[in-house]
């Protein structure tokens, strides 16, 4: 299984960006989906999760300027971001517990460069 994220790049603060993550392999189910970041110098930290069956979980940091979604069809985890700040600034990740049809496994994508300028 492989994750790939893009939608990264340069915007404005107060402006949006939407991110895309696919996943590409064996993949039979999903348990969890969703999105980390990491800005320079900080650890990296949660965004927010869709979990199957439940709620799709943000964090404070982006809950109300963020919206996760998915495109089953393509197997394709969306995070639209809006009203960006310089502080949402980090590369983002994306991360996924599958089940490929033997087994669970997280699985985590290479990340994708965010800069908010102010």
């Known amino acids: 299984v492989q994750l790939q994220a893009s939608g990264g790049g340069l915007v404005q603060a107060g402006g949006s960006l939407r991110l895309s993550c696919a996943a590409s392999g064996s993949i039979f189910s999903f348990n969890r989906i969703g999105w980390y970041r990491q800005a320079p110098g900080k650890v990296r930290e949660w965004v927010g999760t869709?979990?199957?069956?439940?709620?799709?979980m943000y964090a404070d940091s982006v809950k109300g300027r963020s919206t996760i979604s998915r495109d089953n069809a393509k197997n394709t985890v969306f995070l639209q971001m809006n009203s960006l700040k310089p502080e949402d600034t980090a590369v983002y990740y994306c991360y996924a517990n599958i089940f490929d049809g033997r087994r669970n496994g997280d699985y985590w994508g290479p990340g994708t460069l965010v800069t908010v300028s102010s």
């Open positions: 869709i979990t199957s069956g439940g709620p799709t």
